[in-house]
């Protein structure tokens, strides 16, 4: 079975940091991407960042520049700097790989990003 622990959520003040990680666990035969997706209260979840197997990422046009994501085998990272209030939202992480059923997509559980002052 595979599993996606985050960390690193928290409150971080405006033009703050902070970065997330996600660690995959499991029999994984291979990966084909990993990202970060967000939901904020009221709203539907949305891809922030992801990068595939090519290394090739992909960054929603509010966090271009300011975050950076990275990949280290089963392993994503974000680095996330000049938060702004907007980026306030509960953060997945998200994992395409092949197992030993087939090829399916995974999430971690959520870790919760605020932005206040």
């Known amino acids: 079975q595979v599993q996606l622990v985050e960390s690193g959520g928290g409150l971080v003040q405006p033009g703050g940091s902070l970065r997330l990680s996600c660690t995959a666990s499991g029999i994984i035969f291979s990966v084909y991407a990993m990202g970060w997706y967000r939901q904020a209260p009221g709203n539907q979840r949305e891809l922030v960042a992801a990068v595939n197997s090519g290394a090739s990422t992909n960054y929603t046009d509010s966090v271009k520049g300011r975050f950076t994501i990275s990949r280290d085998n089963a392993k994503v990272y974000l680095q996330m700097n000049s938060l702004k209030l907007e980026d306030t939202a509960v953060y997945y992480c998200?994992?395409?790989?092949?197992?030993?059923?087939?090829?399916?997509?995974?999430w971690g559980q959520g870790t919760q990003v605020t932005v206040s002052s």
């Open positions: 998200y994992l395409n790989a092949r197992t030993q059923w087939g090829r399916n997509d995974y």
